[in-house]
């Protein structure tokens, strides 16, 4: 619950430091090049609230950052993106073949005409073969 509350936190921080960073004005000349005398270095410049905003929003984009990536590495037991996890479900078999036991890997022939038939639109595994996991 703390993890996604500050990374809802985090992704308002993003959005309102590119905001905050669109909405100054342009030095000219990139990569440090050209510039006005009364540009980001003199003093009136470093006490613009724009400036002021873009310093505090950075420091706290990089401390949520890696207080996120610390809480992160530290969560064993649940992960952020389970699209990845294996489902608990049963391997499709084919019709009247044998049971598939523990451990035991579908043959190259098996995996290709299950390939063929999905690419068919036939679900169920081709007759004669051994179990075929289908993946959803």
């Known amino acids: 619950m703390f993890f996604t509350f500050l990374l809802v936190v985090h992704a308002l921080v993003a959005a309102a430091l590119v905001g905050v960073i669109l909405m100054q004005r342009s030095e000219g000349g990139g990569l440090g090049m050209g510039g006005s005398p009364a540009g980001l270095m003199s003093a009136r410049g470093a006490a613009d609230f724009l400036t002021r905003s873009t310093a505090i929003l950075a420091t706290m984009f990089v401390t949520l950052s890696i207080v996120l990536a610390f809480l992160a590495a530290s969560r064993h037991a649940q992960s952020v993106d389970t699209s990845l996890a294996r489902s608990t479900s049963a391997p499709v078999t084919a019709p009247g073949a ?39």
């Open 98 to 136: 044998p049971p598939p036991t523990l451990g035991e890997a579908p043959s190259a022939a098996a995996v290709a005409a299950a390939a063929e038939a999905a690419a068919k639109g036939n679900t169920a595994a081709p007759a004669g073969n051994s179990a075929i996991p289908l993946e959803q």
